[in-house]
């Protein structure tokens, strides 16, 4: 810090210097070619200092695993979320630890810095590697594979508890078909309950362009037995649904199961259109209908409170 000042000491001394140099003397000139090059060699030392800060920084809040990935720990910091990431300036997408409040211990999440940054990602489907036909012990820890590019996971239900009863959040839900096309929902107030509470489900306010199949309010008649309003969660091995039969063991899923669903995104990977005895593939009605599987799916969360672009 010592050094700036003097920098900034130099070049104050140099534009008062200057101000009053206003006669073309020699003296004069010289000793404004002298400053200059002093100056220039303080602005240099800056920028030395600044790029040694930066990369000791670095130093102390990376880790690389034994596979080589690399985490971003935030060294003496403890982030809650993505959000939080985003807004101490870490603007590249990767594994970052944070700790939600109620979380007894820390997690590593992806933290996605794109459409506007700050979003931890608690879902991934993308080519089918991982199945999603899960005992609720698996969904209650997460499972599958964060961390290569394009791996397929749950972050699981008791994360996804801590990070959305820590505030407001908002959910959003990418998707892709097999055909390139890419649609987008999102839901404001985001919540999912406790284990207690089967992970009971709440959202507000649908925006986006694949429509709101999570509401289903897209037909009034078949709200009742296909929105995901208010559902608890459901697994093979733990049937929490509105069906007399098994809605999770039917559709291949572990989800907020109604009598049966409208969205299943946790669903059976199939390759587009599918025949099938019940519909358990990746299904979001309101885009493609119960019989067309989708290509990739991405679902994430971020604090309502968070403004984009901050610095
Ligand atoms: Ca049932």
Known sequence: MGKTEGWKGVILGFMFFTHICVSSSDECQQEN??????????????????????????????????DGIHIDT???????????VYNDGKRQSGLYVIKPLRSPSKITVYCDMTEGGGW???QRRTDGKESFYRRWAEYKKG??????????????????HYL??????????NMEDFEGNRRFAVYKSFKVADEKDGYQLRFGEYTGTAGDSLAGSYHPEVQWWASHQGMKFSTYDKDNDRYELNCAREDKAGWWFNRCHSAN???FYYRGPYTAVTDNGIVWYTWHGWWYSLKSVEMKVRSAHFEPNQV
């Open 33 to 66: 070619v002298r400053l200059r090059a002093q100056v220039r060699t303080l602005q240099e030392r800056v920028a030395t200092q600044q790029a040694l800060l930066s990369q000791l920084h670095s130093q102390h809040t990376q880790v690389s695993t034994t």
């Open 74 to 84: 935030g060294g003496e910091v403890e982030y809650a979320d993505c959000t939080q």
């Open 120 to 122: 931890t990602v608690f």
């Open 143 to 160: 499972f599958g594979n964060m961390r290569s590019p394009g791996g397929e996971f749950w972050l699981g239900n008791d994360n996804l």
């Open 164 to 173: 959305t009863s820590q505030g407001d959040y908002t959910l959003r839900i």
């Open 265 to 267: 995104l946790n669903g």
